[in-house]
């Protein structure tokens, strides 16, 4: 081997190795929680809360604990940022009972001691409620699965437009369908759709009859855990006089 050969391999072996040795820092967490609303009615007059466990992450090496010395979540969903609070060197986002808008997405970030940031994303699971906005005359079934809300029954006129609302929400969004009388409610002429809320447009008496509103949506209970389903059904009664 010559000797200009032997000195290039001897340049290059020390940078080799070093590249080698750049070991990567995790972000670790809980990654994702259930919020467990305290009921599945809200309206402006009446916050819906939730008991929502508390988010952390903290930062990991080979395994092994590292300390971090600030972190701080953000809430991807309008770019909210909350402080965390330090313990045994790790940050946590303490919630407990809060408005169940709260669920989403937030992505936290950590410095460690050595001045680097290091992010991870985390989870808050919302099975479907109904968040009115407005007062309305609704009841919820005591201890149904899945949970059912009725509401008052309405009246109108003959040729009038009425509005089902169906204020669903939920993380992930939940998938809305209605039905009528137990039946799949298809397209017609006379109604239509404002996002999930049901418009009928002219009425008649076919549209007299029991509505309902599903809101679906599906999440794991646990990290890697099988998506389990969750709904909410949502009845309304219309008359046409």
Known sequence: MSNLLLILLCSILPVLLTAEMV??????????????????????????????PNLWCGAQKLGEHL????????????????????????VYLEIGKANVRVAGRYRCEVRTLDKQIHSGNLIIYLPPVLDFPSAVRVSEVLNARPPHVIGAERKGLHGERMVLECP???????MVRWDKDGEPLG???????????????ELAEEHAGKYRCTGDNSFPLFVDGPSIPHQLYFDQDIKVV
């Open 23 to 52: 070991i990567p820092i995790n972000v670790i967490g809980n990654l994702a929680v259930i919020a467990t609303p305290e009921s599945h009615i809200g309206n402006p007059n009446k916050t819906l809360y939730a008991d929502i």
């Open 67 to 90: 300390d971090v010395e600030y972190g701080e979540f953000t809430r991807l969903s309008d770019g909210k940022v909350f402080p965390g609070t330090l313990n045994q060197g790790k």
């Open 168 to 174: 669903m929400l939920g993380n992930p969004e939940p």
């Open 187 to 201: 397209n017609s002429e006379n109604i239509e759709y404002d996002g999930n809320n049901l418009i009928l447009k």
